[in-house]
């Protein structure tokens, strides 16, 4: 049973150019959310989607960032324009009904890191 | 503005020894803690939890001490091994949101044999 597999592994973009992760959950969990690690920091909530539909988006910037979850097929994070700031760690997570569980927690994948030049 | 604070960014221990991670939050209305382990280049990965109506929860080695007129929890690792090497991160769920949690800014963890 795989677990979340996010790719790539490492992204290298110039500035101005776009960004495209991929995180395809764990087999079963339907739920999905993003979570970004700036430099020196904790994770920070991003966005939770569910097949086909954007649940809560309260945590990401307001331009240039975007995410979707198709019926079929990985959920895409998806950073237009890229800025030196966009430099960080995203981690996507999933479970199979809405939230954690107090003898659960989410499974992360291992993350894409982001680097901007 | 950090509701969930570890004010340590690094704690080394010797092997066999006591490793005590400490966490601050702000936000009283919450349902449990969590606390997440992660290896370099790895995702972060569920260790132990606590449930806000407790004040104590054990797994093996580690145990979870939960103060709530302090505001207060920590992590005990006992004894230390050098796999716990690692950041570790506390989480809130806190009463508004089922599916947000809120990170401190983790702990690095070095346990030197």
């Known amino acids: 049973n795989a677990g979340v597999m996010q790719n790539p592994r490492h992204l290298v973009r110039r500035r101005g150019q776009e960004a495209r992760l991929r995180c395809s959950p764990m087999k079963g969990h339907s739920h999905v959310y993003w979570y970004r690690q700036l430099p020196e920091e904790g994770l920070k909530f991003m966005v939770y989607l569910q097949k086909e539909n954007i649940i809560d988006e309260s945590g990401m910037p307001k331009e240039r960032f975007s995410a979707e979850f198709p019926k079929e097929g990985p959920s895409i994070l998806r950073i237009q324009q890229v800025v030196r700031g966009d430099s960080a760690a995203y981690f996507c997570?999933?479970?199979?009904?809405?939230?954690?569980?107090?003898?659960?927690?989410?499974?992360f994948g291992s993350g894409t890191r982001l680097t901007v030049v | 503005d950090q509701q969930v604070k570890q004010n340590s960014p690094s704690l080394s221990v010797q092997e066999g020894r006591i490793s005590i991670l400490n966490c601050d939050y702000t936000n009283s209305m919450f349902d449990y803690f969590l606390w997440y382990k992660k290896y370099p280049a790895e995702g972060p990965t569920f260790l132990i939890s606590?449930?806000?109506?407790?004040d104590k929860n054990e797994d093996g080695r580690f145990t979870v001490f939960l103060n709530k007129s302090a505001k207060h929890l920590s992590l005990h690792i006992v004894p230390s091994q050098p796999g716990d090497s690692a950041v570790y991160f506390c989480?809130?769920?806190?009463?508004?949101?089922?599916?947000?949690?809120?990170f401190g800014k983790g702990t690095l963890l070095t346990v030197n044999p």
């Open positions: 997570a999933s479970s199979p009904s809405q939230g954690t569980d107090l003898n659960y927690g989410y499974t």
């Open positions: 989480a809130q769920k806190s009463g508004g949101s089922n599916y947000k949690l809120t």
């Open positions: 606590i449930s806000s109506i407790k």
